[in-house]
Structure formats: structure tokens, C-alpha cells
């Protein structure tokens, strides 16, 4: 599928509530459930995903539009929601990331990007020139892999529980 | 985790409304779109694991009560929702997931388990004996199993739009 910005949109407006529905109201068990040391729980990918409105995509994009690949962009802290969730409820997180991600899509609408826009360039620390078009394309599919991580690490909590059925579940230990 | 009736319950609840958030609406683009020859979209997705209430999940449950492992379950037919599907709108499938599910754990709240009653056995027709808990404990563990696909399959039309960032994304290529 090519890159397109309307059937875009679609999916970055939902993601909040999709997390939403998959985790507002769960018990702790479920929503600090983890993959083992050094993995991430769903409370800590939907801080992550917040981190990210505040500086990833939209702070990225207004890079590339107003300097082009004059300068990096700085480098992305894959950490940082261990310290901004730290004392958050998750339902917090949860209306952190809807708030933040409409803002991030109203700023995005304001731009009425073209398609020659979306060729423009902007400098990545790690892999040298990226367009407009590719780090909103990668914003998209950077969503629906955190939604399937979660899903996939609340199904492995299960790994031992379904007994035989283990071998017909690829998500319990792919 | 173990297995726990009241931790699960919850997840199985919100399944169709998870599904609703991601699909409902969103262009045939998304909701057709698989993973190459052989492979599941979306749509085919919901109507499989609608296919699920109607001839697995709560159908296997009652024979385990009825009959425990005297007779074998039926064998649970993959590809029932290319035939049960043809002709609905996703927005009809999801309809029906939601309406199934509700009945399904109408049924389940009914019987009132207990601790004793998870343990009771049935036959599967491949794996031999397995329990009503094991039985419980992968219907939601494939809830989740399919959810997880169902964004990665989406995730995986932007595979060459996103540039570089493809390295980063392991949804796109694991």
C-alpha cells in the first residue's frame, strides 16, 4: 500500500481508544503484566506512545519542514516513560495520550501537506536522510505495533494456562 | 499467570469493542488488506473468531460439562468464515461478533463455575484430554492472539512506505 495521508489519519485519530478498550478498567495483573526483564508493559508502551507526541512525530515532521536536513533530528529517548509515567494511574496515561494525540493531528491538519511535500528530507541521527512522507508512514505502523504488542504481551500471561492448545497460539512464543 | 474465571472475563468482554475501535469505519483498504496468498485481513479475522462463538468456544465448554471425555469435540473448521462471511459488511460481522459474544458470556456466567468444575476434562480430537480451564484460558489467549494479528496485518501495508525505519519496526518483518 502506498502512503497517503487521508487513509492515514484514520488510524492515528483511533489508536487512544484503541488502547482504550483494550486496557481501561483491567486489573493491575493484566496492565503491568510483562514479557520477562527488560520488556514493556502495556502501562509502559502507552506512556512511551505519549512520549512520542510530545518528541517524535509532529517535533520531527516541523523539523523537516522548517530545516529540511540542515540538522538532526535529536535523538529519541526509548526510556523517557519510566520516568514521565512514574506516579500516573494508568487511565491518566490513557487521557494524556488522546489529549496529546489530537493536538498532534490538529497541528498536522493545519499543515495541508502536499504530495510534493512529503518528498521533502529531514537528516535522522542513525540513518541519514528520511522524508516527510516515510516518518509519518513509520508514525502509522509504530502504532499498530504497539497495539499488537500489547495484545501479544497480555496473551503470553496464558503461555502455561491453555496447556496443548500452546502449539495453535504463534503469539504465545513468537 | 494463572488461570483465573474473574481476570478473564473482563479481556473476553471487551473483544468486540476492541475490534470495533480498530476496523469500524476505516476504508476496504485496511479491512481487505492481508498478508499475501493464503493469509487473513481483517474482515476475515472477525468473522472467524465470530465463527469461534458459534462452534468452538461455548459449544466445547457444554460438552465438557455434559460429557466430559467420553466423546470427542468436533473439529473446528479454519476457514468456516469464507462461507459464513460472504455477502456481510464488516460493520454487520462486528454487529455479530458483539451480539455472540454477549450471549456467549450470558451462557458462561450461568453456570456459575467453580474451582472444581475448571478441572473437569473433555477430548479433544488431536491434543487427547484437556481441561474446561485450559479450554477457557485459550479462548482468550486467541481473542488477543488475533487482535495482535489484525494490527499487525495493517502494519504491514506501510513494510516499504516507511523507509529505514523498517529496522525499527519488528511488527513489519517477525
Redesign the interface.
Known amino acids: 500500500?502506498?502512503?497517503d495521508l487521508s487513509?492515514q489519519v484514520?488510524?492515528l485519530e483511533?489508536t487512544p481508544?484503541?488502547l482504550?478498550?483494550?486496557l481501561e478498567?483491567?486489573?493491575r495483573?493484566?496492565t503491568d503484566?510483562d514479557e520477562g526483564t527488560g520488556t514493556w508493559s502495556p502501562f509502559a508502551i502507552v506512556g512511551h506512545l505519549a512520549h512520542g507526541e510530545r518528541a517524535n512525530w509532529i517535533p520531527r515532521a516541523r523539523m523537516i519542514l522548517e530545516h529540511g536536513p540542515a540538522m538532526p533530528f535529536p535523538p529519541f529517548d526509548r526510556e523517557a516513560q519510566f520516568r514521565e509515567s512514574a506516579g500516573k494511574t494508568l487511565a491518566e496515561l490513557l487521557d494524556e495520550l488522546a489529549a496529546l494525540r489530537t493536538a498532534s493531528l490538529e497541528t498536522l491538519a493545519s499543515w495541508r501537506l502536499d504530495e510534493r511535500q512529503l518528498g521533502l528530507e529531514g537528516l535522522?541521527p542513525e540513518?541519514?536522510r528520511?522524508?516527510l512522507?516515510?516518518?509519518l508512514?513509520?508514525w502509522?505502523?509504530?502504532d499498530?505495533?504497539h497495539?499488537?504488542?500489547v495484545?501479544?504481551v497480555?496473551?503470553r500471561?496464558?503461555?502455561e494456562?491453555?496447556?496443548?492448545?500452546r502449539?495453535y497460539?504463534?503469539?504465545?512464543d513468537?
Not at 494456562?161 to 492448545?165: H, I, Q, T
Not at 497460539?169 to 504465545?172: A, D, E, F, S
Request: charged share 10%; hydrophobic share 55%.
Open positions: 500500500m502506498n502512503f487513509a484514520p488510524l483511533r481508544c484503541v482504550r478498550a483494550m478498567g483491567l486489573p495483573e493484566w503484566a535522522h540513518f541519514g528520511v522524508t512522507g516515510q516518518l508512514a513509520t502509522v505502523a509504530h499498530l505495533g497495539v499488537a504488542q495484545a501479544r497480555m496473551a500471561q496464558y503461555r494456562a491453555v496447556g496443548p492448545w502449539a497460539l504463534p503469539v504465545l513468537r
